[in-house]
């Protein structure tokens, strides 16, 4: 069974910085997709970052420049560097698994992340 662990979270004024951690166990595909998604009260969940097994990674507009995904497969864990922190930031932040062979999609259980002086 896989299970997806996010820590990092906290209070940060803005400008400032974190770094999320997301610890993957259980049996994971070689071939898969990692990736953070964000949802602040009252709003849908919206992606954020993703990474490929490979490294190829992809960001929303919205934090591009500013925020860093990365993993380290020995590990089996992504991160998510996030720099010059905005108040709109300010959300639970999920990681986020899918596996190709089968197709299969898994959630951390999120992390806080508010960004208020």
């Known amino acids: 069974q896989v299970q997806l662990v996010e820590s990092g979270g906290d209070l940060v004024q803005p400008g400032g910085s974190l770094r999320l951690s997301c610890a993957a166990s259980?049996?994971?595909?070689?071939?898969?997709?990692m990736g953070w998604f964000r949802q602040a009260p009252g709003n849908q969940r919206d992606f954020v970052a993703s990474i490929t097994s490979g490294g190829s990674t992809n960001y929303a507009d919205s934090v591009k420049g500013r925020f860093t995904i990365s993993r380290d497969n020995a590990k089996s864990t992504v991160y998510l560097q996030m720099n010059n922190l905005k108040p709109e930031d300010t959300a639970v932040y999920y990681c986020?698994?899918?596996?190709?062979?089968?197709?299969?999609?898994?959630w951390g259980q999120g992390t806080q992340v508010t960004v208020s002086s």
């Open positions: 986020h698994l899918h596996t190709i062979i089968p197709s299969k999609h898994y």
């Open positions: 259980g049996s994971i595909s070689s071939i898969h997709l």
